[in-house]
């Protein structure tokens, strides 16, 4: 069983900055790619962010474009999400999966969450 845990969540003011990180572990696995999707109360889950495993393709929500960066460990199935001027409205649990390579049925391992919220 692969396991993705989630860290580096809190709470900070509008307009700071967070870093979340997320591992994989246990049974050995071929990503395709990784992602970092988030869920406000009453909302949906929506993407965030994402980093194929070749070629370090990123893509990003227009949401949050040009104000996170996803980035990945060289060696090992991580990845971090750094998040600057954050808004009230980036408020909500942040979730990290992963695509196995091969996979046709989109992102097959998903973490815990980490909250994240920002005050105004």
């Known amino acids: 069983q692969v396991q993705l845990v989630e860290s580096g969540g809190g709470l900070v003011q509008a307009g700071g900055s967070l870093r979340l990180s997320c591992e994989a572990s246990?049974?050995?696995?071929?990503?395709?790619?990784m992602g970092w999707f988030r869920q406000a109360p009453g909302k949906d889950r929506e993407f965030v962010a994402s980093i194929r495993w070749s070629g370090k393709g990123t893509y990003y929500a227009d949401s949050v474009k040009d104000r996170f960066a996803i980035s990945r460990h060289s060696r090992k199935y991580a990845v971090y999400l750094q998040m600057n001027s954050l808004r009230p409205e980036d408020t909500a649990v942040y979730y990290c999966a992963a695509a196995r390579t091969g996979s046709d049925s989109g992102y097959d391992y998903w973490g815990q969450g980490t909250q994240v919220t920002v005050s105004s």
């Open positions: 246990g049974r050995p696995f071929s990503a395709y790619a």
